[in-house]
């Protein structure tokens, strides 16, 4: 499986060489774009202090917003991923199924979640429901793919003996593929909605709901003090969440719940 | 200890006569065309009796097992299990509730409680929505328990299989197999995780069960189990059978010879 030496060197050099090339294409190799880069760096972070606490309700309101999204599309998303990802194990339903909704779920996983919530502002309209359905079409897509990569995982010589007691497949998935899996199914489903909150904080660049709109009304307006307030509610929502669903994981993880 | 087995299994008596429980002749089989691992094996299993499977490693003892259990097709000859044919060529047979399946790592699932690995042997007789919902007939969940009970576990019900002992899992699996009503039990590497005295705990429930007309077959890799418990013995050697008697008649270094040779 080792590549030769001089594959490897070879390989080096042409990694280097493309990254240098990247590098002066993208803008980053002149050097005045970057002496202003560097200024108006210096001044944006000036201007972000001290925060602007007179938003602070709005902000919070538009935090709490976010979480909802975040809650909702991942238990929307959760409903959808559980039984297609089941159907797309093969131990289930065979490997025709089970390849067809593979691609359907590859298929949801190309659109960003961002793009998700463009085309439900469009159809149910600006607000938070357009950013719900959004997070769940996109959490639909990677649940999908990491529980069936879990199923897939499950001991085949677990789902034989249970098969050989006769039961049927939807037996066979309730009573061996889900139990089985079922730790890594929590872990995640809370990965996802760490991932979600996220995610969320984003949709109102879209008018999909959530902190987002305030984000990127404080940045096009200028009001960076403003935009200091939201950023600070934004971090102690992702890190409470994602304290709190560590809490959750070691107590399941544990047998305790 | 007694064991009892469900009502239904105890209605058929054993019937030392008649057609022998698992039938096997000329069974072909090979993971690839080229390389068969069983080359024509003829092998007979009959209810009340435990018959041992012994073999070096790789010698095909888990696949003959799984060719009776219909998980695999034979490629050339014929199995018959309780009456029940499947031919070369043929898909592998539906598979056959009568038939339990106990592989080497028990086919357990960790992650739920004694008392549901146990009603996974009644599935079948279970309709499919009240399963889901679990939501068991009152009748089969007291099988279940005087099964566990009869086995030596019924305190353990309610508890995680994870948290069990090797000897306890293993009685999870045979009242699996019992609520199954199962006429054959075919369990691979029977004993393997097994201490002597727990092993001969094992063994004794199995000969009541073997006695109530099940037909029980088992690989294992103790030699003394089979001079201690079996009924009769099978030796496969290179795909081929090298040893088929009572095994009253084989001694441990006898054993020995037929496997290695
Ligand atoms: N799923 C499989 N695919 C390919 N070859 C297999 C498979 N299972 C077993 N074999 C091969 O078949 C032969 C017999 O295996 P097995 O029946 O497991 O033997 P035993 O149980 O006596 O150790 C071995 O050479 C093994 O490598
Ligand atoms: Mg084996």
């Known amino acids: ?257 | 200890m007694s064991v009892h087995l469900e009502p239904a299994t105890e209605s058929l008596p054993p019937a030392p006569h008649a057609e022998p429980a698992v039938l096997a002749r000329g069974v072909w089989f090979g993971y690839h065309p080229r390389r068969p691992v069983l080359r024509g094996v003829d092998v007979t299993a009959r209810a009340g009796e435990v018959t041992v499977l012994l073999g070096a490693s790789g010698s095909g003892k888990t696949t003959l097992l799984k060719l009776i259990k219909g998980l695999l097709a034979t490629g050339q000859g014929e199995i018959t299990v309780l009456g029940r044919s499947s031919r070369a060529g043929g898909r592998p047979s539906a598979l056959d509730a009568r038939v339990a399946y106990i592989p080497q790592q028990l086919g357990l699932v960790r992650n739920l409680s004694v008392l549901d690995n146990v009603l996974v042997g009644a599935m079948p007789r279970i309709g499919t929505a009240r399963s889901l919902l679990h939501w068991f007939p009152r009748d089969e969940i007291v099988a279940a328990h005087a099964v566990l009970q009869s086995l030596g576990i019924g305190n353990k019900a309610a508890e995680r299989v994870l948290s069990l002992s090797g000897g306890e899992r293993q009685r999870v699996a045979i009242a699996r197999a019992l609520l199954q009503r199962a006429r054959v039990i075919v369990a691979d590497e029977f004993l393997s995780q097994l201490d002597p005295v727990t092993t001969d705990e094992i063994m004794t429930v199995m000969h009541q069960i073997a006695a109530q007309g099940v037909a029980l077959v088992m690989t294992t890799h103790e030699l003394d189990v089979v001079t201690r418990h079996a009924d009769r013995v099978v030796v496969l050697r290179d795909g081929l059978k090298a040893l088929d008697c009572p095994a009253a008649e084989v001694t441990s270094d006898s054993l020995a010879r037929a496997i290695r040779q």
């Open chain 1, 1 to 257: 499986m080792s590549a030769g030496p001089w594959l490897r060197r070879i390989l080096l050099v042409l990694l280097a060489a493309l990254f240098a090339y990247s590098l002066s294409d993208v803008g980053l190799l002149e050097t005045d774009r970057l002496q202003r880069g560097v200024q108006n760096t210096g001044r944006f972070l000036r201007g972000l202090f001290p925060p602007a606490w007179d938003v602070l309700p709005d902000v919070a309101r538009a935090a709490g917003e976010t979480v909802q999204i975040a809650f909702i599309g991942t238990a929307l998303g959760l409903v959808l991923a559980l039984p297609l990802s089941v159907a797309a194990s093969p131990a289930i339903t065979g490997r025709g199924v089970a390849l067809t909704i593979r691609l359907l779920l590859a298929a949801v996983r190309t659109v960003p979640a961002l793009l998700w919530a463009i085309i439900f502002v469009v159809a149910v309209g600006l607000g938070p429901a357009a950013g719900s359905l959004g997070v769940a079409m996109y959490s639909l897509g990677y649940m999908g793919k990491l529980f069936s990569e879990a199923f897939d995982g499950v001991d085949p010589e677990v789902l034989e003996a249970v098969r050989g007691t006769g039961l049927g497949r939807a037996q066979l998935a309730r009573y061996a593929l889900l139990p089985e899996a079922a730790n890594q199914l929590l872990s995640q489903l809370l990965f996802m909605f760490e991932y979600n909150v996220r995610s969320s904080s984003i949709m109102g660049f879209v008018g999909a709901g959530g902190i987002g709109y305030y984000l990127l009304g404080y940045v096009q307006t200028l009001r960076y003090q403003e935009l200091t307030t939201a950023l600070l509610v934004t971090l102690v929502v992702v890190l409470a969440i994602d304290r709190l669903s560590a809490v959750v994981r070691a107590a399941f993880l544990s047998g305790r719940v």
